[in-house]
């Protein structure tokens, strides 16, 4: 028997790829408006959404 790689479980960089910036900024927009949506309802949630757009941003950057 032959060993098989199997590609279940293994891991794509998502600033890799030719639409890594597209992608980057739709859920970094995306976690805006969640951010937004979210502090009138949950802050800690609405807290939340905004450090992961914060994050998003510095990869966008250093992407730019």
Sequence with gaps: M???YCKVGTVTPITSGNHAI???RFRYQSFME???DATYI????????NRKAQELKKVLDSLS
């Excluded at 949950?42 to 959404?49: A, K, V, Y």
């Design 34 to 36: 969640k951010a937004s």
């Design 2 to 4: 032959h060993n098989q």
């Design 42 to 49: 949950n802050t800690n949630l609405g807290e939340f959404f």
């Design 22 to 24: 597209n992608v980057l």
